[in-house]
């Protein structure tokens, strides 16, 4: 393999067209999971922005670009995906029938190990270092908004009607319900954010927000915008006052789903909901082929989905001293805190302390 490698700022324009339209034409070569906008040029540029060590390996045949891979490196090697922990969707972006040996592409890229956990399906010279494989619901609407919603009324019947009853009584009780599905108000941005970080500290989770360089990055990302991508920021709005908002990513066929919260406030309706149902319509609307809700188990993905697709874990390794003591050191917090979430006797404990834990902290 011909195989470059470039700091953000050294990647060419005629390299990024060409890895946009990899990605544009992904559903129709047969894999449309390459679509998804974490894996796209404007994602890895951004994340390379806020954080140091990012650098994207460009394979060529015949002096053609003809796969992408975005990565983050320490100085001794190391590699993990790029925003990796707030990136959903990782992997080699490449023209279809095209493959690659895992170990040479390290061995370019200067690494003795590359760590993800988000790793897309069909990236086959990985997939054999996964540790673990996971569900990542998605809301199909490719045809059409009344389509997904007929199929939610007849998967889901008590669930559907109980949500949309509870938007027609959010109206009554607080105004007049409206939704902007692209809000372009920075100040409706700071608001989710803050709602997001209450969440995180009410719930005992970390602060995601707390970390300067994600803000940064969702800042830059809600200020991008082309064709091909954009970060969409979508709100609900009762009587003119914001009481559920989202904020993603979207490329030209997916909406990735990444930080949606509501005010507190407002929970007896369950605005989260009613939000994701407007965002189904509005990118129905806009030829979105489906969401994205994430990995992750959550009841109200459970009541969205349409289907799943799978994300791995793992890590793919040279031999290498490096390579041995990293993953000797990240191995068993990984498979300790999997055993917790796979485990409901486990999991639900230990959720519990985690939120009586937020309780106290919010006190102080």
């Given at each position: ?306 289907r799943e697709l799978a994300v791995s874990e793992g890590w ?49």
């Amino acid at each position: 393999m011909d195989i470059s490698v470039y700091r953000p700022g050294e990647l060419t324009a005629t390299d990024r067209a060409a890895w946009t339209a990899l990605q544009s034409k992904a559903h129709l070569n047969g894999s449309p999971e390459l679509a998804n906008p974490f894996l796209s040029p404007e994602f890895a540029l951004a994340v390379g922005r806020c954080r140091r060590g990012v650098r994207i390996a460009v394979v060529r045949e015949n002096g053609e670009g003809v796969a992408y891979f975005p990565f983050q490196r320490t100085g001794a090697g190391i590699g993990r995906a790029v925003g990796i922990g707030v990136s959903d969707c990782q992997g080699v972006v490449h023209r279809p029938g095209f493959t690659w040996d895992a170990h040479e592409l390290l061995r370019a890229c200067g690494l003795a190990v590359w760590e993800f956990d988000h790793l897309v399906e069909g990236q086959a010279p990985f997939e054999a270092g996964a540790s673990g494989t996971f569900p990542s619901p998605v809301m199909d609407v490719d045809q059409g908004y009344e389509t997904y919603l007929s199929q939610l009324r007849e998967r889901s019947p008590k669930f559907t009607r109980t949500t949309l009853a509870k938007e027609r009584k959010l109206g009554r009780d607080a105004g007049e319900v409206r939704y902007v599905h692209d809000e372009r108000d920075p100040e409706a941005l700071r608001t989710l954010m803050d709602w997001k970080s209450a969440q995180y500290r009410r719930t005992g989770r970390s602060d995601r927000f707390a970390h300067p360089w994600i803000t940064h990055l969702v800042q830059q990302l809600f200020h991008t915008r082309s064709e091909q991508f954009a970060g969409i920021l979508s709100v609900l709005y009762a009587d003119g006052k914001p009481v559920a908002g989202h904020f993603g990513l979207r490329s030209e066929r997916v909406l990735a789903c990444w930080f949606p919260a509501y005010d507190p406030a407002f929970s007896k309706y369950s605005p989260g909901l009613i939000l994701h149902l407007r965002m189904a319509e509005a990118a129905a609307a806009d030829g979105i082929a489906y969401l994205d809700l994430g990995r992750g188990q959550k009841e109200y993905k459970d009541s969205l989905k349409t289907r799943e697709l799978a994300v791995s874990e793992g890590w793919v390794t040279r031999r290498h001293p490096i390579a041995i003591g990293h993953r000797a050191r990240r191995a068993p917090v990984r498979a300790l805190r999997n055993a917790v979430l796979a485990r409901p006797e486990l999991f639900e404990p230990a959720d519990r302390i985690l939120k009586r834990m937020g309780k106290i902290r919010s006190r102080h």
